[in-house]
């Protein structure tokens, strides 16, 4: 039976949580009552950026520094004493990794080995959840079933594979540094998530978002590609799950989980923008740039039976009632209750989650 008040003054630090899944995690944490911390570089991710929108820095102390400022982040992580961490920082965009390739894998693959250096030498530090994606598995061994952990990891682009290389690094240090020490450390694999407040360069809702505010038509390319599409909070819930798991049951957790959304939550983008734009009141002009070829690259399917059979993780949120939840958010947004609606969605989502659950 899992302690409903788990979090309750759990110190957590979270690298990353001016990004926007830092940003959820940091409020959904303050939220359960924890004691949280965060290590970020100092310049925001996008403009506007839900950090500051959603006041998210207001109920936890901020570290502003590069992960790989080793020096610094040691200091902090020292100061602090946390007991959980989650790794977010990176540099997650596909595009931006082919344009700063240097930067992405420095980022991402030394910002995780500085992050686990630092934690392994921190007392305190319980456990380490280092949060990658589903385009870390090697594509060839795709299959119809979807990946599973113990799929090989690689990449043919130097985002997938640094990400690759972060998930090899947290292999390495829990076969060198961890085993047979107090600490414990996974990896999460998800991957195309939505939810308000996302305005990266190069995502299709953060896209839609601003074709509206700029009132310019959409581009899209390849309309018929299609992807499983999941809301970030239920992504979350896997990291939240795995971690209470860890701390709760130890060694048995440790390793690689796929959170990924099902085959229901698959579908193209263009059924994607028709929904968006429901809840937009019809107000965008979608340009398709090609409609009719057929989009080449594999879709990415993540197997999750791992994590919904030992975590009891699930989607609580199908593909509709994400996109909802999402265009909520954004008609929300420039009103001055944006706090206040993240919070009232990550209630609502507990709901949801514990009548699933009774
Ligand atoms: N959003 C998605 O759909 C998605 C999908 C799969 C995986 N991920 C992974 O989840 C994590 C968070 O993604 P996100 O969408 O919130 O990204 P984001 O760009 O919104 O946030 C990235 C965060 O990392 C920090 N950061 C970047 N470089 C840094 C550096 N050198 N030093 C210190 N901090 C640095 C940024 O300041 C920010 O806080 C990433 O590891 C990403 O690869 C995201």
Redesign the pocket.
């Known amino acids: 039976m899992m302690q409903t008040n788990f979090w309750v003054s759990k110190k957590v630090l979270i690298?990353?949580?001016?990004?926007?899944?830092?940003s959820w995690l940091s409020l959904w944490l303050q939220h359960l009552g924890a004691d949280v911390y965060g290590?970020?570089?100092s310049?925001p991710?996008s403009e506007p950026h839900l950090y500051g929108i959603a006041q998210v820095s207001k109920n936890m102390d901020s570290m502003y520094?590069?992960?790989?400022d080793y020096e610094r982040l040691q200091i902090f992580i020292q100061k602090i004493q946390p007991e959980i961490i989650f790794h977010?920082?990176?540099?997650?965009l596909v595009r931006e990794s082919y344009i700063e390739p240097i930067a992405t894998f420095s980022?991402n693959v030394m910002?995780t080995v500085h992050l686990l250096e630092a934690a392994r030498h921190t007392e305190s530090v319980r456990l380490v959840i280092n949060?990658?994606?589903?385009k870390c598995y090697e594509n060839s061994s795709n299959s119809l079933l979807g990946f599973i952990e113990k799929n090989p990891v690689g990449g043919s682009d130097p985002y997938s594979a640094s990400?690759a290389c972060s998930e090899i690094v947290t292999t390495a240090y829990e076969r060198s540094f961890y085993t047979n020490s107090s600490k414990l450390l996974s990896s999460a694999r998800?991957?195309?998530?939505i939810g308000g407040g996302?305005w990266?360069t190069d995502?299709i809702i953060p896209d839609i978002i601003r074709s509206i505010t700029n009132k310019q038509p959409l581009n899209i390319r390849y309309p018929q590609a299609i992807r499983p599409w999941q809301h970030v909070l239920d992504c979350l819930n896997g990291y939240l799950l795995l971690a209470q798991k860890m701390w709760e049951s130890g060694e048995k957790y440790i390793g690689s989980w796929n959170f990924g959304p099902g085959e229901s939550s698959i579908i193209s983008v263009a059924q994607l923008i028709e929904e968006c734009n429901k809840y937009l009141g019809n107000k965008l002009e979608v340009l398709y740039e090609s409609d009719t070829q057929p989009y080449e690259a594999t879709t990415l399917v993540l197997n999750s039976e791992k994590a919904e059979k030992l975590l009891n993780w699930g989607i609580e949120l199908p593909v509709k009632q994400s996109i909802e939840w999402t265009m909520d958010w954004y008609r929300n947004y420039m009103s001055n209750s944006l706090n206040d609606l993240t919070l009232r969605q990550i209630s609502n989502y507990e709901k949801i989650k514990a009548a699933r659950l009774s």
Do not use: E, M
């Not at 690298?15 to 830092?22: L, N």
């Not at 949060?131 to 589903?134: F, G, I, Q």
């Open positions: 690298t990353g949580h001016t990004g926007f899944k830092g290590y970020s570089s310049l991710v520094g590069d992960i790989l977010l920082a990176a540099q997650p980022t910002g949060v990658t994606t589903d990400k998800a991957g195309n998530v996302d990266a995502r």
